[in-house]
């Protein structure tokens, strides 16, 4: 189990990673740390919401994924000033941390992860 997360929190912090490169150029090292605890988080919740239909499953994933990037967000841009991303300028965001346009992104990006039909009850 311990060999699992560990993968899965290395492959969510490379893949947040890579796909921010491919967003907007660059990235920052929490934005990797975020991306790893989301995706082993996402891998939790798929668990307990596995019964659920299709949309809801990814909904709660992009809940989750937005919910993070808030808590990281106003940690890192807002606490200690890191200015890593900043949303002011877009529609619907809070704060500057989160926007519609970008949790709606999560809901379509989570499907690989939330979508999956459970093989056995692990």
């Not at 893949?15 to 082993?40: D, F, K, N, P």
């Amino acid at each position: 189990m311990k060999k699992q997360t560990a993968g899965l929190f290395a492959l969510g912090a490379a893949g947040y990673a890579a796909i921010e490169i491919l967003w907007r150029g660059y990235t920052h090292w929490t934005m990797a740390l975020t991306g790893g605890t989301v995706l082993v988080a996402l891998d939790r919740l798929r668990r307990q919401v596995r019964e659920e239909k299709p949309v809801a499953r990814c909904a709660a994933g992009a809940i989750l994924i937005t919910t993070a990037e808030f808590v990281v967000g106003c940690t890192v841009n807002r606490h200690y000033e890191l200015a890593v991303w900043d949303y002011s300028d877009e529609r619907f965001n809070v704060k500057g941390q989160i926007c519609a346009k970008y949790a709606l992104l999560w809901l379509l990006l989570c499907a690989p992860v939330m979508l999956p039909k459970q093989q056995n009850n692990s």
